[in-house]
Structures are given as structure tokens and as C-alpha cells.
């Protein structure tokens, strides 16, 4: 953990004018300045809600697909993390009392994040074979 946390900080270094951007962003700002819409915060998980179901299927598929141990280790540690991420999405949707309407459609950007993820795991398919 240690050494996630010791790289992140080297990344951000690294590249401090991108990471300043993000406070730019008006979602970011109004999350910090407590003035972001209950609804805007629930738009955007469940737009990440749908992101992480397709990140679990390329996890699955990358664990399906490997042959080597750590990895496959790797693959369902990480899926299992992302399980719990969306299980803690639900709880908050609910403690805040906003509708989970699981039938949103999804945003552009959303879309673009699942195609991507879907090419990526065709890629693993094919790679760790």
C-alpha cells in the first residue's frame, strides 16, 4: 500500500499542472465547497456504477483468460475491490435518500469509457492466451 501511495504522489508531481486542473472542474469545486446538487452527485454514480459492472466483466474475463497465478490473483482482488465500490455506491445513493433508477441511460463519456473497456478486454482475450 505504501508503495501505491508512494508512486501516486510521484505521478502527481510529475505532472502538477494536470492535477491542479482538476480543481477547475466545476463538479470538483462544488464537491468541495459542499454546494454540489444531491441529484448531480447521484448522476454521476450511477454513470460510474454502469463504468465499474463493465470493468468487472473485463476483470472476469482477464482472470478467465490468464495462466499466470499473481495475476490471476491480481485480477480477482481487484474485482473483488470494485464489488465492494459499487455496493458502497447503492449504500450512499440510499442513505441520501435519492432514487437508484438503475435504468438511467448512459452519458456519452460513459459510452466511451465501456467501448474502451470492451476493447481492452477482446485485447486481454487474445493476449494472455
Excluded at 468541495?32 to 465499474?52: G, I, N, P, T, V
Excluded at 497465478?69 to 435519492?98: A, N, P
Aim: hydrophobic content about 45%.
Amino acid at each position: 500500500m505504501v508503495a501505491n501511495a508512494a508512486m501516486a504522489d510521484e505521478l502527481r508531481q510529475h505532472h502538477i499542472k494536470y492535477w491542479n486542473s482538476l480543481l477547475n472542474y466545476k463538479f470538483i469545486f462544488e464537491m468541495a465547497a459542499d454546494s454540489l446538487a444531491a441529484e448531480k452527485f447521484a448522476f454521476y454514480l450511477r454513470q460510474d456504477h454502469m463504468f465499474l459492472k463493465e470493468f468487472c466483466i473485463v476483470l472476469l474475463n482477464a482472470k478467465q483468460n490468464s495462466t499466470d497465478q499473481k495475476l490471476m490473483t491480481w485480477f480477482e482482488s481487484l474485482y473483488c475491490s470494485t464489488v465492494d465500490e459499487m455496493r458502497m455506491q447503492r449504500e450512499l445513493i440510499q442513505s441520501l435518500g435519492i432514487s437508484n433508477n438503475s435504468n438511467s441511460a448512459a452519458a456519452p463519456a460513459t459510452l466511451n469509457y465501456v467501448a474502451f473497456l470492451r476493447k481492452v478486454s477482446q485485447h486481454l482475450q487474445r493476449t494472455l492466451k
